[in-house]
């Protein structure tokens, strides 16, 4: 089980919008900066959000990060069927003291 | 620009132990943490510990106290994640990734991963 839950899958048509939810608790998402993470099968994670969000440089403005108490959001907005991939939030769980991630959500673009 | 380049695969026997290399090039390798996570198959991330490379210092999950250790050598800018006592279910790709920041726990670029496979 993971500290940080997300739902296993969401799914949208090309053009439309996507919303991944992440949720967590006061000592993790709370109190640290969330980060996102874009993966394609057999390839390692890419960074797409962080500081909640904070797009890195070639990061396409479609994507955007969101922080609300002990939950996070990544939105894709004008999805296109290269934006199918595992996507996972991640931050640090200060309880833990320890780096921890969601269980990952399978975008498909239907 | 920023790379990460891991050792290649490795297959080892229950109770063994691997060692994983991470060699960066293209920053300043004492000035951002490196951190260790690993994937089993089908399986979700899995954050194992960090080094500052700049002192040495580490903090590993509890997950995996007592059976992993990470080190670094600065004079090729190489991190490397040993685990002891291997077990079929630590079957995994092991990945190493650059911190954003030395305080940051973002990871803003990975190694290409390692495939660790233990079996009898």
């Known amino acids: 089980q993971s500290v940080l839950t997300q739902p296993p899958s969401v799914s949208a048509a090309p053009g439309q919008k996507v919303t991944i939810s992440c949720s967590g608790s006061s000592s993790n998402i709370e109190e640290t900066f969330v980060s996102w993470y874009q993966q394609f099968p057999g390839a390692a994670p890419k960074l797409l959000i962080y500081e909640d969000n904070v797009r890195p440089s070639g990061i396409p403005d479609r994507f955007s990060g969101s922080k609300s108490g002990t939950s996070a959001t990544l939105d894709i907005t004008g999805l296109q069927t290269g934006d199918e991939a595992d996507y996972y939030c991640?931050?640090?769980?200060?309880?833990?003291?320890?780096?921890?991630f969601g269980g990952g959500t399978k975008l498909t673009v239907l | 620009q920023v790379q990460l380049v891991q050792s290649g695969a490795d297959v080892k026997k229950p109770g063994a132990s691997v060692k994983v290399s991470c060699k960066a090039s293209?920053?300043?390798?004492?000035?951002?943490?490196m951190h260790w996570v690993r994937q089993a198959p089908g399986h979700s991330l899995d954050w194992m510990g960090w080094i500052n490379p700049g002192n040495g210092n580490t903090k590993y999950s509890q997950s995996f106290q007592g059976r992993v250790t990470i080190t670094r050598d600065t004079s090729s800018s190489t991190a490397y994640l040993e685990l002891s006592s291997l077990t079929p279910a630590d079957t995994a790709v092991y990945y190493c990734?650059?911190?954003?920041?030395?305080?940051?726990?973002?990871?803003?670029?990975w190694g290409q991963g390692t495939l660790v496979t233990v079996s009898s």
């Open positions: 991640g931050t640090w769980d200060s309880s833990l003291s320890a780096g921890v």
């Open positions: 293209g920053y300043t390798f004492t000035s951002y943490a």
């Open positions: 990734a650059k911190s954003k920041g030395l305080g940051s726990k973002s990871l803003d670029h």
